[in-house]
């Protein structure tokens, strides 16, 4: 059974520019988070999706957007990257209809330089 | 807002030795309480979480925690740690009827001694 994926490990990007990260859930899994780790710090949640739509949203500007296919898979959307992006970026899936827990995949490491 | 409150930033233990990470909550009601470990480079994994029923929650790898309303403390222990225990600790808390949104503490690097 495969845990969540994430791709790419890692991204190295410039002031200015978009990027997009990607997630494939757990299998049996319907709910799609995103969460965003700075060095030193617990991570931030930005948003979350079921059913292709975003449900819930952090406090995060909207240069962060985000997809979800039928498929479940999810997409994080960073546009006009700013240095303060750099991060691992967190993708935990579950279950809607199950209990609270989340499953985290390995992350994305993010650098903007 | 909830929050989650780790007062440890860093703590050493020896080989063989008890350890206790604590943790402190913010909410109104009782949230649901988990405990996530990180190795360098690695996601998160689930330790343990509470939700009802028994105060005292039993996780992987050995370790417990326990719930205390009175207190709002959700205080991770284990009593005899590993090198391989090694690792950052985390916190977090999801509000009942919120979703499953997680909050999360700071982070306790724990540090084993041979």
């Known amino acids: 059974d495969a845990g969540v994926t994430q791709s790419p490990t890692h991204l190295i990007k410039t002031r200015g520019q978009q990027v997009t990260l990607r997630c494939s859930p757990k299998s049996g899994h319907d709910t799609v988070s995103w969460y965003q780790q700075a060095l030193g710090q617990g991570p931030q949640f930005i948003f979350q999706y079921y059913e292709e739509e975003e449900r819930q949203r952090g406090n995060f500007p909207d240069r962060f957007s985000g997809h979800q296919f039928p498929n479940y898979s999810s997409e994080l959307n960073v546009n006009a990257l700013l240095l303060g992006d750099s991060a691992l970026y967190l993708c935990a899936s579950s279950n809607r209809q199950g209990t609270y827990e989340q499953y985290f995949g390995p992350g994305t490491r993010l650098t903007v330089t | ?114």
């Open chain 2, 1 to 114: 807002a909830q929050s989650v409150t780790q007062p440890d930033i860093h703590i050493t233990v020896s080989e063989g030795a008890s350890l206790e990470l604590r943790c402190n909550y913010s909410y109104g009601a009782t949230p649901y309480l988990f405990w996530y470990v990180q190795s360098p480079g690695q996601g998160l994994q689930l330790l343990l979480k509470y939700f009802s029923g028994d105060t005292l929650v039993q996780g992987i790898k050995g370790f417990e925690a326990e719930f205390k309303r009175s207190q709002s403390s959700f205080n991770l222990r284990k009593p005899s740690v590993h090198w391989s225990d090694a690792a950052e600790y985390f916190c977090a808390v999801a509000i009942t009827g919120g979703g499953n949104k997680l909050t999360f503490g700071t982070g306790t690097q724990l540090k084993v001694e041979l």
